[in-house]
């Protein structure tokens, strides 16, 4: 998995620091009490804010007490924290205002090579506003105005993290995006759809045991193999075999459906999922199901029509799976369709060029230049309706992360279009920036007073 950038946050005891990591984390990691000193050592936890992935760390209150004492190894946990972050999130209490150890935590971190985010907690309604005035003094510019406990100011976090994360997401990402990685890539389907036997015939070796009973594959196998291409270039790829996905109805039996569990786990870990279907089957309403489930995880997805070799009105056949795709999975146009044979082994170098290309665009990252040129023509090609006949007004667009390629849209009453122009911004930038079928995610965002009418 790719190393995530790093949030610290920091702050004299009981400004809420626990309470912003539970709300950044999604969960309640930390302990939380009105008691000051409850957070001990250094917690840890995975971060969601609009799009924007991050670790974020939420560390004891700052004390200025011996090293040797227990507040003092505390204080010291606080800097290692801050050592190794990315930013750090320096959080003050807005209602109790500025006091002696915030301007020591200030001049602590002036010293500190790591960025710095001063942030106001407890600003719900029009609390705090002498204490935000008091906090222009530490030297870090305005504030991050923010409820923690109410989850308000989320917006304006975002926008003030997002300088020193993205870049840094960005390099992290290296490793997984260098074209030498291997391709992560799963085999889904129905029962005895030819999982097993296709990656049979990619390795050359009966790896994985085959049969005509259904269901043989319990758990998800990941084998490591290598393509050649038909040019002679090499590429590294790590294949998971998985259960077959029947109906929900239909799987009762305790083993199955744990093996059911395994395959959507092995979703999650690749990066371009194949579903095999039966070409004797035709397209059944589950494959779709399966489809639709890919694509809500964020994965690449190729589909794979086995037992080409056998199949009958071969023309119809594939012409009518197309035409249920496009219907049935109206959130991505165009997903690339092979017609394979796992018993020949015919198909197999198209699938593989397929699965590395749809790699690619889930991997893109498009410069700031190009996608704000993209972005004036979409609008200038179809505005944007007025609801309520309110204008909206589209100020500027970002890529947040890739793997899937993630946007968020800045704008006044931007929150108030139609679905329909976001699916017209969507396959826009499928169609222009180079997406193709991937999933693309975008996230409408508008500031937070309803009554900023700046346009």
Do not use: C
């Not at 205002?97 to 407890?122: C, H």
């Not at 579903?275 to 199901?289: K, M, N, S, V």
């Amino acid at each position: 998995m790719p190393k995530l950038p790093v949030v610290a946050i920091v702050g004299r005891p009981n400004v809420g620091k626990s309470t912003l990591f539970n709300r950044l984390v999604g969960k309640k990691l930390a302990l939380v009490d009105d008691r000051p000193g409850v957070t001990r050592d250094r917690r840890e936890g995975d971060a969601h804010l609009i799009g924007l992935d991050f670790r974020v760390i939420d560390t004891a209150g700052y004390e200025d007490h011996d090293a040797q004492t227990l507040p003092g190894r505390m204080r010291l946990q606080t800097e290692a924290a801050i050592a190794q972050a990315d930013v750090a999130l320096f959080l003050f209490d807005a209602r109790a205002g500025i006091v002696p150890l915030d301007e020591e935590i200030a001049r602590w971190l002036r010293q500190s090579s790591t960025p710095v985010v001063l942030a106001a907690n407890k600003t719900e309604g029009k609390s705090g506003e002498q204490g935000i005035l008091e906090s222009l003094a530490l030297g870090f510019g305005d504030p991050v105005q923010l409820s923690a406990e109410h989850g308000e100011g989320m917006g304006d976090l975002f926008e003030a993290l997002l300088p020193y994360l993205e870049g840094r997401a960005e390099e992290d990402e290296e490793d997984d995006d260098r074209p030498d990685a291997p391709l992560k890539l799963a085999i889904v389907g129905r029962p005895n759809a030819g999982k097993s036997t296709l990656i049979n015939r990619m390795l050359g070796e009966d790896r994985l045991i085959t049969g005509p009973e259904a269901g043989i594959t319990r758990d998800s196998i990941a084998v490591d193999w290598v393509w050649t291409d038909l040019g002679g270039g090499t590429h590294p790829v790590r294949l998971i075999d998985t259960a077959g996905m029947r109906k929900r109805a239909k799987v009762q039996d305790k083993l199955e459906k744990l093996s059911v569990a395994d395959a959507l786990h092995a979703v999650d870990f690749a990066e371009v999922v194949v579903l095999l279907l039966d070409a004797t089957l035709g397209l059944e309403a589950q494959d779709l199901r399966i489809a639709d489930r890919v694509l809500q995880e964020g994965r690449a997805l190729v589909i794979a029509l086995n037992k080409w070799d056998i199949a009958e009105n071969a023309s119809s056949l594939f012409n009518g799976v197309k035409k249920a795709l496009e219907d049935g999975l109206s959130q991505v146009k165009g997903v690339t369709v092979i017609t394979v044979s796992a018993a020949t082994g015919k198909g197999i170098d198209q699938l593989m060029g397929a699965a590395f290309e749809v790699r690619d665009a889930w991997s893109k990252r498009v410069g700031t230049g190009e996608l704000n040129r993209w972005f004036e023509r979409a609008i200038e090609a179809n505005p944007p309706p007025a609801p309520g006949g309110k204008r909206v007004k589209m100020r500027y667009v970002t890529q947040v992360k890739t793997r899937p390629p993630s946007f968020v849209i800045f704008g006044t009453r931007v929150d108030q279009l139609p679905a329909s122009y976001e699916r017209y911004l969507v396959n826009s930038m499928r169609k222009e920036l180079g997406f193709g079928a991937v999933p693309v995610r975008v996230t409408m965002r508008a500031p937070k007073n309803p009554f900023d009418t700046r346009d």
